[in-house]
């Protein structure tokens, strides 16, 4: 239990320094790229430990406040599906992007929300509980919705295969997490052990894809990068600023409004990047790859900018006695 406890440690730790170590490993599998070229053939089986990650730590009776407030889970999802997507294409036909690139930002857009949005929403003082439901709902709704998502706005670039990625998504993303849940919910133990093991696991997992893709697509970087960051880059930052205003706009209060904005902003780069390799080409990943660095420092940046917003923001009742006196 003692290396149990050790191993929780070690997961918590990396995650609080996630930022760093995605930008290290980055760097280092562009130096020195053949240290992650055993990454590749491995990224279904990476991808399904990390989605049994995620079903591990959702509970059958977070299903329910799905139902409790169904009004923010759909204008969340609403959002995750089309203002990601519609960004994405835009961009590509704004800076007129590679055939492949452009197919890889717009699966980027058109995947689910990232699991890491809901430690952002809980760093950034948001609404978590709407987080995980947010997560949860765009994850279950994927298998549909990403193929078909692709399918109408990267038709006219190359031939998508509806039915493979549909069976795809469900192999590498639904399959695990239902184990999970149902791990959660009547192994308890197996799942307590899991629960401290997956942080660990998950965050070595998301480095390795992020490793794997940028090692086998150096030279790809070295003529695209510039163009293909900017482009991620704009995609990131406006699914941002477009998730809180929607969010705004249906008058949700500001930390809904937080969650909404990190939701939609941060995608499954994981699931992308499977994807990606699966039914198009390591190009096509590379947009995957760049998002998921990009936006774990973007999130962060802007998580911990909210929490210390927050901090500074005076409470009616503290307010109320400060009057008092």
């Not at 294409?89 to 990232?114: D, F, H, R, T």
């Not at 760093?123 to 439901?133: E, N, Q, R, Y």
Request: glycine share 6%; charged share 10%; proline share 4%.
């Amino acid at each position: 239990m003692k290396l149990i406890n050790n191993i929780e440690k070690i997961g918590k730790l990396m995650s609080k320094y996630m930022t760093i170590l995605i930008v290290g490993i980055a760097i280092y599998s562009f130096v020195i790229p053949s240290t992650f070229t055993w990454v590749t053939p491995n990224m279904n089986t990476i991808l399904q430990i990390m989605m049994f990650g995620v079903g591990v730590t959702i509970s059958i009776e977070q299903f329910k406040l799905v139902l409790e407030r169904p009004k923010d889970v759909f204008i969340g999802a609403i959002g995750q599906f089309t203002i990601m997507p519609l960004v994405a294409y835009a961009v590509c036909k704004l800076l007129n992007l590679p055939q492949e690139v452009s197919i890889g930002l717009i699966l980027v857009g058109s995947c689910p929300g990232g699991v890491s949005s809901n430690m952002m929403s809980f760093i950034a003082k948001g609404d978590v509980a709407l987080s995980v439901s947010l997560t949860t709902v765009s994850t279950l709704i994927a298998p549909i919705a990403t193929p078909i998502l692709t399918l109408i706005l990267a038709g006219s670039y190359i031939e998508v295969s509806l039915s493979a990625m549909f069976l795809s998504i469900i192999k590498v993303v639904l399959i695990p997490i239902i184990a999970g849940v149902l791990c959660n919910k009547y192994l308890p133990i197996v799942s307590e052990i899991s629960g401290k093991c997956i942080p660990m696991l998950s965050s070595i997992a998301l480095m390795c894809l992020v490793a794997g893709v940028i090692s086998t697509s150096v030279d790809n970087i070295k003529t695209t990068g510039l163009l293909l960051f900017v482009a991620v880059l704009i995609h990131n930052v406006f699914g941002h600023l477009l998730g809180y205003i929607l969010a705004k706009k249906f008058g949700m209060d500001e930390e809904k409004r937080r969650v909404v904005s990190l939701e939609v902003g941060m995608q499954n780069t994981g699931l992308a990047t499977t994807l990606a390799i699966n039914h198009y080409s390591i190009l096509a990943a590379l947009p995957a790859a760049i998002a998921g660095t990009w936006q774990t420092i973007f999130s962060a940046i802007l998580a911990n900018y909210w929490a210390e917003k927050s901090k500074n923001k005076v409470l009616p009742l503290e307010s109320e006695y400060m009057n008092n006196k």
